[in-house]
């Protein structure tokens, strides 16, 4: 299912490796039947660190074994989104937009921008109803 796929760290990195990205537009489900992920998701593995305080929860390595026999490892100690590594406004707005797109009722690019904009305002807005309305 979706929520299983969102939570598979073997499908997450997968996603990423053969896609360069992960969006939500990866658990839809022809996404998540696309064979060459799930083949590349079979060869993963993940250990949880036991050892890191719930302060270094969020970062994680990435150890990759190539067939030549070379080991690729890259680290991430505050992703994307951490106090420590805050996203742009921009960025914001693109997620915003992003996840918008598949809302129930989905808005329009155009739309989101501009309640995504509208919400860097809310403190000096006089009526927060305004970003309901087109």
Same mark, same amino acid.
Request: aromatic share 4%; charged share 20%.
């Given at each position: 299912?979706?929520? #299983?796929?969102?939570?598979?760290?073997?499908?997450?990195?997968?996603?990423?490796?053969?896609?360069?990205?992960?969006?939500? +537009?990866?658990?839809?489900?022809? &996404?998540?039947? +696309?064979?060459?992920?799930? =083949?590349?998701?079979?060869?993963?593995?993940? $250990? $949880?660190e036991k050892s890191w305080t719930t302060e270094q929860a969020t970062r994680g390595t990435l150890n990759l074994h190539t067939t030549d026999g070379r080991l690729l490892s890259h680290s991430v100690l505050a992703p994307l989104?951490?106090? #420590?590594?805050?996203?742009?406004?921009? &960025?914001?707005? #693109?997620?915003?937009? =992003?996840? %918008?797109?598949? %809302?129930?009722?989905?808005? %329009?690019?155009?739309?989101? /921008?501009?309640? /995504? /904009?509208?919400?860097?305002?809310?403190?000096?807005?006089? #009526?927060?109803?305004?970003?309901?309305?087109?």
């Amino acid at each position: 299912t979706a929520i #299983d796929a969102k939570f598979s760290m073997p499908f997450t990195v997968a996603t990423a490796l053969r896609h360069r990205a992960v969006g939500l +537009d990866a658990y839809l489900p022809a &996404a998540m039947h +696309d064979g060459e992920v799930l =083949q590349l998701a079979d060869r993963i593995d993940h $250990v $949880v660190e036991k050892s890191w305080t719930t302060e270094q929860a969020t970062r994680g390595t990435l150890n990759l074994h190539t067939t030549d026999g070379r080991l690729l490892s890259h680290s991430v100690l505050a992703p994307l989104g951490h106090p #420590d590594n805050p996203m742009s406004a921009a &960025a914001m707005a #693109d997620k915003f937009a =992003q996840c %918008a797109a598949y %809302a129930r009722e989905p808005l %329009a690019p155009t739309r989101a /921008a501009a309640i /995504a /904009a509208g919400i860097g305002r809310l403190e000096t807005m006089p #009526d927060i109803a305004t970003l309901l309305t087109p």
